[in-house]
């Protein structure tokens, strides 16, 4: 059934054709669609599509309004376009302004990063554009809108098959950008350029940064396991406890591990917790944005991970894994699901974080602490 927005976007779509711009397409518009930790590993891998760039030609990313807020680790000369996907799912009038603002840019290429695509978001913003080349991967299946992808193959002038549905992300970007640009490299390690980095905070005593809050609630280990963590930890450290604003009224149950004395709550935005992070002794994060930002920047990072990611972003390939990157996780045999559960939620965790063995995460944060905690 037609809804509004495909009216338009075909109204849209006719009144293009006729549109004048300039006459010499120019530059390079890369979307990158994910969320923050998608947009973190991104960062690794974005040098390589920027040699698509002709000399003297503007490189842009277009990011969602909510995964912006990394785009400080993108170098200073890449251009952001920033949309409200919520929005531009909901609001005619917006949706026309980004299309029509995508369209006057006259880009030269187009490049969709994303394996995961929305037929009616992120490839409505590719045809929008218009560009001489427009170039994707094979879209990941997604059987309520397969048919919709396919019928929309038509926007792309070139698509990769980039391999197995469960794979790491930055080994297949790597693949893709080798691809493109015709320069086969082993993928980057996940680390960023210290020098670019901002400076490491100077603190009175080692410090511990924990966060253990996700958007996506069933993957946030309970607070007795953190409880059993900053017991353990707080006679040699301090211990920073970091989340988004909201975060400890949307879960109240955390509060309580900020009563001990040297544990405080930090809810500063990404860019400026980096200093921080850069000057822990351990960072000890849920599978979420501040992992990989840890990760990225440098910092002893152990992430308590579900088995639901694992084979696509955790635990990292060992092609792309630093030595500052450890992973602790419950197999199960449903591991990779990408979140899509089949078993009942168990005090509403997925089954492999609630299965994860308290003992064993206290072993591994001794032994990246080096102590004899």
Known sequence: MLKPFHILDRCLGI???FAGRPAIPSGVLLLSCGGLGDTVLFAHVLPRFMALAKEGEIISVLLRADAAQMAFLFPPDIETVIVDFHRFARNPAYRKAVTGKLFRANFRL???TDYLRH????EVMAAAC???ECVAMEPRSWPKYDWALKRNR???????DSGAALQDKIGRWSRFAGWLTGCSE???TALLNEEKLAAAQALERPTVVIQPFSAVKEKQSPPELYRRIIEAVTPRYDVVVTGAPGDLDRNPEYRELMAPPGVTFNSAAFAEIVPLLRAAALVISVDTALMH???AVGAPTLCLASAAYVGEIVPYDPAVAPPNANFIY??????GCLGDCVHQLVDGMYPCVAGLDADAVLTEVKRALGTGL
């Open 119 to 122: 037929p009616y978001l992120d």
């Open 330 to 335: 419950h197999d199960m045999d449903c591991r």
């Open 154 to 160: 038509h926007i792309f002038t070139k698509l990769y």
């Open 110 to 112: 187009v490049v969709s």
């Open 186 to 188: 082993p993928p980057p």
């Open 293 to 295: 930002l840890g990760i």
């Open 15 to 17: 009144s293009r054709r």
């Open 130 to 132: 218009a560009a001489p």
